[in-house]
């Protein structure tokens, strides 16, 4: 029992130490409300919200494998095809949230270039098709490329996959919601 690999619990203790961090300095540095607010007795959702469910979730996940599966047999050793395998889907995210952040903006450029108009982004990141494209691009390059490194190679079925999850994940955060900004059109 001594030798085995500590992969598990060493993975689940640094993303509780980062959940952690994330819930109690960078949310509350980064955020100007609560987790809701109630707006002229109307409750809205906070800017918190969202970044806080997703520091539970990962308090979660990283607890479960630090104390489950830290005594698991056949949990991987590091290695540097795992570290590797890490760099390339840390890469997919920098560069999905790179596109996700530019891809509105950059088409607002390209519009204004070909028709010689003066469009502004931040006057239309709430106004459809334009709060829409960065999330749909930038969504659909993250989902298909993380399902493509997992499964070793890109398929159209994999690009269908990601389309239709992020029209699910825009019909479900942004169609009930009259005051919510998809990402990142909140901070554009």
Do not use: C
């Not at 409750?43 to 698991?72: H, K, S």
């Not at 903006?105 to 459809?128: C, F, K």
Request: glycine share 10%; hydrophobic share 55%; charged share 15%.
């Amino acid at each position: 029992m001594a030798n085995l690999p500590r992969s598990n619990l060493v993975l689940g203790l640094l993303t509780l130490a980062f959940a952690v961090l994330l819930l109690f300095v960078w949310i509350p540095m980064d955020t100007q409300t609560g987790l809701m607010e109630k707006v002229r007795r109307q409750v809205v959702i906070g800017d918190a919200l969202a970044p806080t469910v997703a520091a539970l979730f990962l308090i979660l996940g990283g607890g479960l494998l630090a104390v489950v599966e830290r005594n698991a047999e056949n949990q991987p050793r590091m290695s540097l095809r795992g570290l590797g395998f890490t760099a390339i889907l840390m890469t997919i995210v920098f560069v999905g949230l790179l596109v996700m952040r530019h891809a509105g903006p950059l088409s607002v450029w390209i519009v204004n270039a070909v028709q010689g108009g003066e469009l502004e982004y931040r006057l239309l990141r709430d106004t459809a098709p334009w709060k829409y494209i960065g999330f749909f691009l930038g969504g659909t390059f993250l989902i298909s490329g993380v399902i493509s490194l997992v499964e070793g190679r890109v398929t159209g079925r994999t690009v269908l996959v990601a389309i239709l999850a992020v029209v699910v994940m825009i019909f479900i955060y942004d169609v009930p919601f009259d005051d919510l900004l998809l990402p990142p059109n909140g901070d554009v």
